[in-house]
Each structure stands twice: as structure tokens, then as C-alpha cells.
């Protein structure tokens, strides 16, 4: 039975082989089946003229006849997207034999006659088919024949040769200049094929390879700039500098050339150059055009002065308008009525299983303030609310807190009333006459908060405050100084410098007033290198004590020094160099610090390498530990001797805790291992130092994370990989770090409650270490800033029944829910503005400064202390606070209503025809709200927009051209 078993599998096998041959075979036959009769015939017709080619004995005419026919079989081939057209691919075998005839006739004829020009013609489009590699043949005939017929070969030719264009120029780019210059005028010969056939794209990168971007302009025209534009412009995040100044600067000329200034303005703001702000104003008298662009100023708090007869136009950059707006909005979506922080916490629904009763019904100094603060943000700028302005008495619960807490308590009068200046002052002119000194500190740094963002001729905030910035009562003092570094964040204003920078320098005045005044300093001119400024914070902090460098309060003075390069990238060199000088601990952080500011939305990746390098470095004892480990057993046993030895002459006292006595009596005992001992002197002589310096060591890795979030919040990619990196800090990292992480987390996701990140950080809310879970719930905060998300809303509710026994903790879970239903879901923390293409170095300068300053929460924001500033720090989120809006008003500035299509932004880079640029929209009718990623249309031609993007407040003109077909 054996063998005829074996016999069935030996056919079985044969026949599951057949089976698998099946497809192979009927491939072969395809490739082996005979060509049809047209086929053959063009086939022997291309190879009977290719031998003619090789005949020596032809006449030049009769070669160019030959040639003539077989341009006309290669040009009048037709072929589907996906096959080689028939002559090429008949043609291909014969190449090389080309070639040699080519080298034969250049020899004979010269290499200028046109029959040579001809056949190089012809060679360059074969060389496509012919895969030589290094060799780029098609651009090596290209460009020995008439390089004007170029156009005549079609768009994959084109595209190839592009394409060996790109890869010739980098290899011959300093070796060979000539061929360089050629290539670059054959590449500027291309450029417009590729513009009138609907691939900007192509052009684009082609003049990339070839560092010409700056002769696009010359090429675009109205039915291709457009595109060309948008395409440069969504390079620029993947560009290494200089080159995205070099694409953003022919954007800016393209746009200007075709009276596009708004998306002119939008470049030149990114650019951060006043000069080329000011071209786009001066290319139009349209004083309504202006009055546009001075809204879009307005959004990134700009200190662009106009002149004085321009006033204006100046009001609607100042901003001035800005409350009357806000309220328009409120009313128009009907939500006038102020809310109570019940509405917010909602404590029937929280669950009570974890403690006494529920969270709501705590009366505690404590939690009162953290009412206060969730009061601030649920009303602000509303001009009303139900628990501090209360009718019945103005002052109930402000007496309901205690110590700083009055300070913040009143102080919160200015957010309620925010932007409307002149009814905030009212509100706030009775308390700045209190006998309380809480109080009265709580109504100057209400001033500062209410003018945050308003910057008009009176300057009343400069008025009222400077008197008290030299007070000798340090509350009103340090009120004082945040108040005007809140008031004056971005306004450049030298009036506030002079007051502020003899503070700065004075080593006499006490540091956190020191440190403070260079930190509103630093929110003032943010983003300027003021010299003056620069210089003195240096400065100081090489005369300052060296213990003084390690008190808590010297972060601020070097975010100060940081704030005020941000986004200048490489113009931070010089103060890096500096820093160098100050020989402490902090001067490592100071170096980080600044140059995460610098790079702050760049996505520069080496920059973000750099950062990771330092958040993997390991604290001295866990690199001891190591070395320990890859020791031998000999070198362990000898180490282990040692410290025998060492303990016996100690008394058993551990190493790291040594002090000065036992130096001495160590050395008596190992007198004849005379280097250990001197080594061992050595550290322990150290050690103390080492303990106070610790913390300031690994400062900057915490400091490091932030940069990550900072720098990557730049593209969406970045964003995305400093996420799963944010994972791995929290396994691995040290305390600082773990502690950094969900700050950086919520930095780069600010008002886009994403459910992967705030699923992430609730988790981390219930982390063992508290300083960890308390910053975890203000990220959750800040990632759902002013969104009201019901599913964040629920877990912060939970987190208040949890942590009901911490009321550090409870606090903060305050504060996140304060900040979600920031003015009841109407205003956003998000950094970004004109569809999340600039960055506002302000509103990045606020959110750093409360990171920063959660670095160590106990220290700052969740400190109970009566002398230091505390929690009025959450008060420098105000400059980034901006209404989420979409107000349309007519020539007039007076709000006017017509429908508008909100829906998802769609990405329509380099996609072909004219794609939508929304998804999933809804009409309504203005004035709306645009949440993150969301774009708004007009839903017809009745008016025209004189802004490119529909954000913000914008101008409608008729349009004179429409016809309602309805009517």
C-alpha cells in the first residue's frame, strides 16, 4: 500500500504544482505572444531607420529625414497612464547603438551641427526608458541639443528630467559651476510648462532643488499663483533655515504683486518684520482695507504704530473695539445670564463614595478662592457674575478668603470686565481705597488684567499703577509689576521699561521683586532681543550672590530673558555665548530656556534632538550605580574594601551624608591609598553643595520637556511624535521630568481636546506622586480650554470626589474646570490664529509662564504663603485668552448678519482642480464660533470678504456684481 500511497502524493504534488504555474505560464505566453501586424510593422519600420542611422555613407539630409521620422513615431504615440508608449519601448534595445552613432557625428559633423542637436534630442527622451544609474542621460543630451524644444516631449518626459535636474545640481553644486548655471537655466525653462499645466507643485519643488525659489514670482500669474502660494507656504515647517525665510519672502512677494494683503500681512507677521508690515499698509489708501488688516494685527497683540492720522485704524489694531464685539457675540447666542462654578462643578453629580459628603458643600478659604478663579474664567469679560460682584454686598466674597487669596479674590473683578476698560476701572476704583492691603493689591493687579489686550491712547493701567511699582510694601509692589506685565504683554512700551528695569538691576531690592520685574519685562517686549533688557538680566545674574541664584524665584528672571528672543531662532547666539560666563547651575537651565523660546513653533528638528538628548541624561548617582555595574569583580571587591574601611574610621556613617569632621579622620584611616582618599575628600568636600544644587541641576530637564512641547506645537507631525515621546518620559524619567510631562502634553494640544491625549493625562491624574497628578488636571484644563467637552466636564467631576481630602489637589481640579468652561465655551487659550498659520508669541509667552511656574506647584501656584506671590500667577493666562469668534461687520463696523458655512478645515495642498476647502458643514448665521480645525464660508457671492480667512472680526462689502435669482 506504501508505494502506491506515495505514487497518489507525487500526482497530488504535480498537480497543485500546475496549479501554482497556471498565472506563470499564462504570463509567459503574454510576454512570448506574437506582436499584432500594426505592432510589428512600426516595430521593423523604427529598427530599419535606426540601422540607416548606423549606414556611414548617408547624406546629412538623408540623417535628417531619418531623424525627423523617428521624432514623429515618438511624439504621435498615444498610451494609457500606466504603459511605455510603443516607439520607446520598441526603440529601447537599440540606445546603446545611438549612443555610439551620436559620438560618431559629433566627431564628424561637431557638436554644434543640427542634426548632432537632432539625435541628442531624441537620446535624452530614449534615456528615459534606459536606466544607466549616476549617469542622468536624459539631462546630458538635454542639454547638448536645443534646449527651446524642451516643451514639445510632454509632462512625464519633463518631470523625469526635473527630477535628474534636482540630483545633478546637489552633486555638481561647488564642483562644477558651469554645469551648475546650466542646469539652472534648462530647470527655469521648465518652471512654466509646469505652471500652465496645473502642477505648481512640480515647479515649485523644482526650484527648490535648485535654491531659485526667489525666481517664482517672475513665473506665477493670476490662475496659478494661488496655488503656487499655498504650496511654498506649507513647506516652510519642513525646512531647514535659511530656506523657509526664502520661501516665506516669495510668498509675500507673490501676494503683494497681486493685491492679496491680507495673506501678505499674514506672511510678513510671521516673518516678524515691521518693514514689510508696514509695504502691505502703504501698497493701498483703501482705508477700509486697512481697518481689515488692522484687525488681523489685533489678534497677535501687535505694537505696530501707524501714524497719527491713521487713528482709526490704530483703534481696531489696539483693539479698542474688542469688548463691544465680544457682547454683541454673548447676546446674539444668548448667553448674558451669568453662571455660578455650581453650574461648573455640578457637586449632585459628583460621586460623594470617596469622602464627607459631597465637594460642593466644603466652605474652606481655600476652596472659596478657587471659586473665585472658576468665577473669573466661567464670566470673563462678560461684565457680570453672581458671587463677587454680587449686588447685595460688593465685598462678601472677598472676606470669604484669606491672605493672598483676597489679592486674587479681587483681583478677578478685572476678568469679569475684561477688555472694557474704562467699566472695569469703575468696578475696581472702590477697592484700590481699602484699608486692607489684600484688597487694595488684588484691585492694582486687577487693573493690569483688565487692560490686558487693549492698548489705547490713555494707557490708564501705565497711569494708575506706576506709582506703586517703587512701593515700599512689597504686596503692592510685586501687584504692581504683574499687573503691568499683564496690562502691557506684547506693547513694546519704553514707558513701562524705564519703570521696570532699575528694578531689575537693583541688587538691593529683593529678588523675587527683582525676578518678577524681569519676567513683565520679558511678557512686554516678547520677541524683540531688547538689548537694554538682555544686558541687564545678564548682568545681575553674574553680580547676584551664588545662593541667590539657586532661590526658586530666578526661573522667572531667565524666562523673562527667554521671552524676549522667541521665535527669533538664530539670533540668540550671542546671548548663549554669554551665558556661558555665569559659572552656576542655572546657567544651564538659562541657555535651554532661551533657546526653546527661540525655536518656540519652528518644528526644528535638530533643536528637538538636542532636547531629547537632554531629557535621556542621568543624575550623577544613577551613572555611579552603572559604572558600578560594568566594574569587574576584582575592581567591586576592591571598591568594597574601601568602603570598609571608610565605614570603620566613620562610624558606619554613610558616604553621601560626610560632613566637615569626618574628612579629616577618613584620611587618617586610608593614609596609605593616598589618591582614593584625595578623590573621596573631594566629593565629600562637595557634597553639601551638591544637595542645594540638585534640584537646579535637573531644572532643565524639566525645562527641556516644555521646549519639546513648545518647538514641536509648530507642525502637526511634530506634534504627534513628542506625544508618544511624552510616553516614555513618564516610564522613565525622574521626578522633574514626570512632573514636565502633562504640561507639555497640554501645552501642545491647547484648546483641542483630543481624546487620546486627555484619556492619557486622566490617567496620570491618579498618579503616586501628587505634584505629577495635580499638574496632569490643569493640563486636562488646558487642553479643554473653552471647549465645555462633556467628556472631560465628567472625569474632572470625578477627579473633585477623589482628591476631596487634598484641598491642594481639589484646587487644581477647580482651576481645569474653570478653564474648560472658560466664558461659558466662547474664548480659547490656542496660541495659533488665522486658521493656525501664526503663531502668537504673546499667548505662547502667557501658557510657558503658568508651566513654568507648575514646575514645582507647591512653590508657586498651590502656595498658602501671605508674603510670596502664589496663585496670582494664574493670572498671566489672561494676554492669551481670545474670543473663538467669527464676526462679520459692514463698511460702517457695525455687525451684520448673513449665513456663513462652518465646517471642518479640509488640507487641499496640491490636490488637483478646486477641491472644497470644508467638510461636514452646517450654515448659520453670524455672529459664530469656530472650535479648533474649523473654517467658516460664505454661503454666497452677496458680499465680499476682504479678508482671505473668515476669523475674527471681518470687513463686508457688497457686492456690486451679484444677482439673487430668488427675487
Given at each position: 500500500m506504501a508505494p502506491v500511497q506515495q505514487e497518489e502524493s507525487k500526482e497530488q504534488q504535480s498537480v497543485v504544482a500546475k496549479d501554482a504555474n497556471q498565472p506563470q505560464k499564462k504570463h509567459v505566453n503574454k510576454q512570448e505572444e506574437e506582436l499584432s501586424e500594426e505592432d510589428q510593422q512600426l516595430k521593423e519600420e523604427l529598427e530599419s531607420t535606426v540601422e540607416k542611422l548606423k549606414e556611414p555613407n548617408q547624406s546629412e539630409d538623408q540623417y535628417a529625414k531619418y531623424l525627423e521620422s523617428l521624432k514623429r513615431s515618438i511624439q504621435d504615440s498615444t498610451t494609457s497612464m500606466t504603459a511605455v508608449p510603443k516607439p520607446l519601448k520598441f526603440l529601447r534595445p537599440s540606445y546603446p547603438d545611438l549612443t555610439e552613432v551620436y559620438d560618431q557625428w559629433s566627431k564628424k559633423y561637431g557638436e554644434k551641427a543640427t542634426i548632432v542637436f537632432n539625435l541628442a534630442d531624441i537620446l535624452s527622451v530614449l534615456a528615459m526608458t534606459y536606466s544607466n544609474e549616476d549617469k542622468k542621460d536624459s539631462v546630458k543630451y538635454r542639454l547638448l541639443s536645443n534646449t527651446d524644444t524642451i516643451q514639445d516631449w510632454g509632462h512625464e518626459y519633463l518631470r523625469h528630467l526635473a527630477l535628474e535636474i534636482g540630483e545633478s545640481y546637489q552633486e555638481n553644486l561647488g564642483v562644477d559651476e558651469e554645469l551648475v548655471s546650466k542646469l539652472t537655466q534648462l530647470a527655469l525653462k521648465i518652471v512654466p510648462y509646469f505652471l500652465h499645466h496645473n502642477a505648481e507643485a512640480d515647479a515649485v519643488d523644482l526650484l527648490s532643488e535648485i535654491e531659485s525659489i526667489d525666481k517664482l514670482p517672475q513665473f506665477v500669474d493670476d490662475n496659478t499663483y494661488a496655488r503656487a502660494c499655498l504650496y511654498v507656504t506649507s513647506m516652510v515647517p519642513y525646512l531647514a533655515p535659511p530656506d523657509d525665510l526664502s520661501f516665506l519672502n516669495t510668498a509675500f512677494a507673490i501676494y503683494l504683486s497681486h493685491g492679496q494683503l491680507t495673506q501678505a500681512l499674514t506672511?510678513?507677521?510671521?516673518?516678524?518684520?515691521?518693514?514689510?508690515?508696514?509695504?502691505?499698509?502703504?501698497?493701498?489708501?483703501?482705508?477700509?482695507?486697512?481697518?481689515?488688516?488692522?484687525?488681523?494685527?489685533?489678534?497677535?497683540?501687535?505694537?505696530?504704530?501707524?501714524?497719527?492720522?491713521?487713528?482709526?485704524?490704530?483703534?481696531?489694531?489696539?483693539?479698542?473695539?474688542?469688548?463691544?464685539?465680544?457682547?454683541?457675540?454673548?447676546?446674539?447666542?444668548?448667553?448674558?445670564?451669568?453662571?455660578?462654578?455650581?453650574?461648573?462643578?455640578?457637586?449632585?453629580?459628583?460621586?460623594?463614595?470617596?469622602?464627607?459628603?459631597?465637594?460642593?458643600?466644603?466652605?474652606?478659604?481655600?476652596?472659596?478662592?478657587?471659586?473665585?478663579?472658576?468665577?473669573?474664567?466661567?464670566?470673563?469679560?462678560?461684565?457680570?457674575?453672581?458671587?463677587?460682584?454680587?449686588?447685595?454686598?460688593?465685598?462678601?466674597?472677598?472676606?470669604?478668603?484669606?491672605?493672598?487669596?483676597?489679592?486674587?479674590?479681587?483681583?478677578?473683578?478685572?476678568?469679569?470686565?475684561?477688555?472694557?476698560?474704562?467699566?472695569?476701572?469703575?468696578?475696581?476704583?472702590?477697592?484700590?481705597?481699602?484699608?486692607?492691603?489684600?484688597?487694595?493689591?488684588?484691585?492694582?493687579?486687577?487693573?493690569?488684567?483688565?487692560?490686558?489686550?487693549?492698548?489705547?491712547?490713555?494707557?490708564?493701567?501705565?497711569?494708575?499703577?506706576?506709582?506703586?511699582?517703587?512701593?515700599?510694601?512689597?504686596?503692592?509692589?510685586?501687584?504692581?509689576?504683574?499687573?503691568?506685565?499683564?496690562?502691557?504683554?506684547?506693547?513694546?512700551?519704553?514707558?513701562?521699561?524705564?519703570?521696570l528695569l532699575p528694578l531689575v538691576s537693583d541688587l538691593d531690592a529683593p529678588l523675587e521683586v527683582s525676578c518678577l520685574a524681569a519676567l513683565a519685562l520679558g511678557h512686554t517686549f516678547v520677541g524683540t532681543c531688547h538689548g537694554d533688557i538682555t544686558s541687564t538680566i545678564l548682568q545681575t545674574l553674574l553680580e547676584r550672590d551664588f545662593a541667590q541664584l539657586a532661590n526658586k524665584f530666578i526661573k522667572f528672571m531667565a524666562l523673562g530673558l527667554g521671552l524676549l528672543y522667541m521665535g527669533k531662532t538664530e539670533q540668540v547666539e550671542d546671548v548663549l555665548e554669554t551665558i556661558d560666563a555665569i559659572e552656576h547651575p542655572i546657567s544651564k537651565t538659562l541657555k535651554v530656556l532661551v533657546n526653546i523660546c527661540a525655536y518656540a513653533g519652528t518644528g526644528?528638528?535638530?533643536?528637538?534632538?538636542?532636547?531629547?538628548?537632554?531629557?535621556?541624561?542621568?543624575?550623577?548617582?544613577?551613572?555611579?550605580?552603572?559604572?558600578?555595574?560594568?566594574?569587574?569583580?576584582?575592581?567591586?571587591?576592591?571598591?568594597?574594601?574601601?568602603?570598609?574601611?571608610?565605614?570603620?574610621?566613620?562610624?558606619?556613617?554613610?558616604?553621601?551624608?560626610?560632613?566637615?569632621?569626618?574628612?579629616?579622620?577618613?584620611?587618617?584611616?586610608?593614609e596609605p591609598k593616598a589618591n582614593a582618599t584625595e578623590a573621596t575628600e573631594n566629593e565629600n568636600k562637595e557634597e553639601p553643595d551638591d544637595d542645594e544644587v540638585e534640584e537646579d541641576e535637573e531644572l532643565y530637564q524639566g525645562i527641556a520637556v516644555l521646549g519639546l512641547a513648545c518647538i514641536a506645537m509648530g507642525e502637526d507631525i511634530g506634534q504627534d511624535m513628542s506625544l508618544r515621546h511624552f510616553g516614555h518620559f513618564m516610564h522613565y524619567g525622574n521626578s522633574l521630568i514626570r512632573r514636565a510631562v502633562p504640561l507639555a502634553m497640554g501645552l501642545v494640544s491647547v484648546s483641542n481636546p483630543q481624546i487620546k491625549v486627555f484619556e492619557t493625562l486622566s490617567r496620570y491624574s491618579h498618579d503616586p506622586d501628587l505634584e505629577v497628578a495635580q499638574n496632569s488636571i490643569y493640563a486636562m484644563g488646558l487642553v479643554g480650554a473653552g471647549t465645555n467637552n462633556a467628556r472631560l466636564a465628567q472625569l474632572l467631576r470625578q477627579l473633585a470626589s477623589y482628591y476631596i481630602k487634598s484641598p491642594d489637589t481639589l484646587f487644581m481640579v477647580r482651576i481645569a474646570q474653570g478653564l474648560l468652561h472658560l466664558g461659558k465655551g466662547t474664548l480659547t487659550l490656542s496660541p495659533f490664529n488665522v486658521e493656525r498659520t501664526v503663531l502668537s508669541n504673546t499667548a505662547l509667552a502667557s501658557l510657558l509662564t503658568i508651566s513654568v511656574a507648575l514646575l514645582d506647584p507647591r512653590a508657586f501656584i498651590l502656595n498658602d504663603s501671605t508674603t510670596e506671590t502664589s496663585h496670582e500667577l494664574l493670572y498671566y493666562l489672561t494676554p492669551a485668552v481670545k474670543p473663538k469668534m467669527l464676526v462679520t461687520i459692514d463698511e460702517n463696523l457695525q455687525p451684520l448678519k448673513v449665513n456663513v458655512r462652518v465646517g471642518q478645515a479640509v488640507d487641499v495642498v496640491g490636490q488637483a482642480g478646486k477641491p472644497k476647502t470644508i467638510t461636514g458643514w452646517v450654515t448659520q448665521s453670524t455672529p459664530v464660533l469656530l472650535n479648533y480645525g474649523e473654517r467658516a464660508e460664505l454661503e454666497n457671492d452677496e458680499y465680499i470678504s476682504l479678508s482671505n480667512s473668515l476669523e475674527g472680526v471681518v470687513i463686508l462689502k457688497k457686492n456690486p456684481e451679484f444677482m439673487d435669482i430668488d427675487s
Open positions: 506672511i510678513a507677521i510671521k516673518l516678524d518684520d515691521k518693514e514689510l508690515i508696514e509695504q502691505v499698509f502703504n501698497s493701498t489708501k483703501d482705508e477700509l482695507v486697512h481697518k481689515q488688516l488692522g484687525f488681523i494685527l489685533s489678534q497677535q497683540l501687535s505694537n505696530f504704530k501707524l501714524p497719527e492720522e491713521n487713528q482709526e485704524v490704530q483703534e481696531t489694531i489696539s483693539n479698542v473695539k474688542l469688548s463691544e464685539y465680544f457682547q454683541y457675540l454673548i447676546k446674539e447666542l444668548n448667553l448674558l445670564d451669568p453662571r455660578v462654578p455650581e453650574d461648573v462643578y455640578k457637586s449632585h453629580l459628583e460621586n460623594s463614595k470617596f469622602g464627607l459628603g459631597t465637594s460642593g458643600s466644603i466652605d474652606s478659604a481655600k476652596q472659596n478662592l478657587a471659586a473665585a478663579f472658576v468665577n473669573a474664567f466661567l464670566n470673563l469679560g462678560f461684565g457680570k457674575d453672581k458671587l463677587v460682584k454680587s449686588e447685595e454686598d460688593n465685598k462678601s466674597w472677598i472676606y470669604r478668603t484669606k491672605g493672598k487669596g483676597m489679592v486674587s479674590t479681587t483681583a478677578s473683578l478685572g476678568s469679569l470686565h475684561q477688555w472694557d476698560v474704562n467699566e472695569g476701572l469703575q468696578v475696581l476704583d472702590k477697592f484700590t481705597y481699602s484699608d486692607d492691603p489684600e484688597v487694595k493689591a488684588g484691585a492694582l493687579l486687577g487693573t493690569g488684567i483688565v487692560s490686558a489686550n487693549v492698548h489705547d491712547d490713555v494707557d490708564a493701567a501705565l497711569a494708575l499703577l506706576q506709582e506703586f511699582v517703587n512701593d515700599s510694601n512689597k504686596l503692592y509692589q510685586t501687584a504692581a509689576i504683574n499687573g503691568l506685565g499683564i496690562a502691557f504683554a506684547g506693547s513694546a512700551n519704553e514707558e513701562v521699561l524705564n519703570l526644528n528638528v535638530l533643536q528637538i534632538q538636542a532636547l531629547l538628548q537632554m531629557c535621556a541624561a542621568k543624575p550623577k548617582d544613577q551613572l555611579d550605580e552603572e559604572k558600578k555595574l560594568e566594574q569587574s569583580e576584582e575592581d567591586q571587591q576592591k571598591t568594597e574594601e574601601k568602603e570598609k574601611h571608610k565605614n570603620e574610621g566613620e562610624g558606619d556613617v554613610e558616604m553621601e551624608d560626610a560632613k566637615d569632621g569626618n574628612e579629616t579622620q577618613e584620611g587618617e584611616q586610608t
